[in-house]
Nanobody, 113 residues
Framework: QVRFAESGGGWVQPGGSLRLSCSGAMSSFRVMAWYRQTPGSQRERVASMVTGGRDDYIDSVKGRFTISRDFTKNTMYLQMNGLKPEDTAAYYC?????????WGQGTQVTVSS
């Protein structure tokens, strides 16, 4: 069972940028996604990418976040620009639909001044 690993989180001021990375054996999954979760809330899908197809984003991040994959490195990225305090969360990557056994530890993103 593949387990993914996230990295690249940190603290950033509002308006700043971060690029998250996801590594793991993802080449066989046609759809990969980024998710995020805040304490007390359910994990939500933020962005997804269909191999050979289109990307999809939740409305609140459209125009600010960009999902991409590097198939040669078995890595997925989430470029986050124009970060807002409401983007503060733990970010995770997984296939879509997700596999419960594939969650990694996530990477924390904190946006504050």
């Amino acid at each position: 069972q593949v387990r993914f690993a996230e990295s690249g989180g940190g603290w950033v001021q509002p308006g700043g940028s971060l690029r998250l990375s996801c590594s793991g054996a993802m080449s066989s999954f046609r759809v990969m996604a980024w998710y995020r979760q805040t304490p007390g809330s359910q994990r939500e899908r933020v962005a997804s990418m269909v191999t050979g197809g289109r990307d999809d984003y939740i409305d609140s991040v459209k125009g600010r976040f960009t999902i991409s994959r590097d198939f040669t490195k078995n890595t997925m990225y989430l470029q986050m620009n124009g970060l807002k305090p409401e983007d503060t969360a733990a970010y995770y990557c997984n296939r879509f639909p997700y596999s419960a056994k594939s969650w990694g530890q996530g990477t924390q993103v904190t946006v504050s001044s």
